[in-house]
């Protein structure tokens, strides 16, 4: 049994480690968003509240890796239903950014191609538009 206890205290240490590391790579991901977007604001660059929200959303994901991490090493049920709580509460707050990041694309009438040169997270993925396919033959 002291073997057990042994190998639970060590995946504990290891587990809250993993948590801290995804949680810090959050708020890296968010401080560098805020920052970006009060240069993109002094600057008055385009799309800056854009790339602002899409900043907030990647770092909401890795916040919510961390509390799913977390829920590995929850040991009673009161604290499992406060993990729940703040896993939905942050899951509804990406919705709402994602829809917020949504309507500004609409409102900005910017297409695939224009959205690509922004150079946001969750632009990258974008299929390439027929102008991307001619201009990386040439």
Do not use: C
Request: charged letters at 30%.
């Amino acid at each position: 049994m002291e073997v057990f206890e042994i190998i639970s205290e060590y995946f504990d240490l290891v587990v809250n480690y993993l948590i801290l590391a995804v949680e810090l790579v959050g708020i890296v991901v968010l401080i560098y968003a805020i920052v970006a977007a009060v240069i993109g604001l002094i600057k008055r660059r385009e799309h800056t509240r854009l790339k602002l929200a899409e900043g907030i959303a990647l770092a909401l994901e890795f916040k919510m890796g961390g509390e799913l991490l977390r829920t590995v090493i929850v040991r009673e049920w009161n604290e499992l239903l406060i993990l729940g709580a703040i896993i939905l509460l942050r899951a509804a707050l990406t919705f709402l950014i994602q829809w917020e990041i949504k309507i500004e694309r609409k409102n900005g009438n910017l297409s695939d191609s224009q959205l690509k040169d922004i150079k946001t997270p969750l632009t990258n993925d974008l299929p390439k538009t027929k102008d991307d396919k001619k201009n990386s033959d040439k």
